[in-house]
Nanobody, 128 residues
Framework: QVQLLESGGGLVQTGGSLRLSCVASGRTSNKYATAWFRQGPGREREFVSAITWNGANKYYADSVKGRFTISRDDAKDVVYLQMNSLKPEDTAVYYC?????????????????????WGQGTQVTVSS
């Protein structure tokens, strides 16, 4: 059973930084892509960033491009989301998710469909 545990959320002022971590356990293959989604108050869950199983390709939502950086440490089975220049509109629960990376993944990575496992989420609050 694959499990994901997010950490690193908290309260930060506008312009501040946070680094989220997603630790995976139970995966029997290394061919898992991982993504971050977020859900703000009264909003739909939306794509934030994704990274391929080997870290070769990284993708970002336009709203976070240039401010957020996704990375992975396969030795620790951890995926990070470094968030800089945070804005109040970044306030949300951030979810880590993972799924086997098939050829279709490249077409659908912004959607929830390709991902089989989700963490419980970590709250990020940016004060103005």
């Amino acid at each position: 059973q694959v499990q994901l545990l997010e950490s690193g959320g908290g309260l930060v002022q506008t312009g501040g930084s946070l680094r989220l971590s997603c630790v995976a356990s139970g995966r029997t293959s290394n061919k898992y892509a991982t993504a971050w989604f977020r859900q703000g108050p009264g909003r739909e869950r939306e794509f934030v960033s994704a990274i391929t199983w080997n870290g070769a390709n990284k993708y970002y939502a336009d709203s976070v491009k240039g401010r957020f950086t996704i990375s992975r440490d396969d030795a620790k089975d951890v995926v990070y989301l470094q968030m800089n220049s945070l804005k109040p509109e970044d306030t949300a629960v951030y979810y880590c998710t993972t799924g086997l990376q098939t050829l279709d993944w490249y077409s659908y990575y912004r959607r929830r469909d390709p991902y089989d496992y989700w963490g419980q989420g970590t709250q990020v609050t940016v004060s103005s």
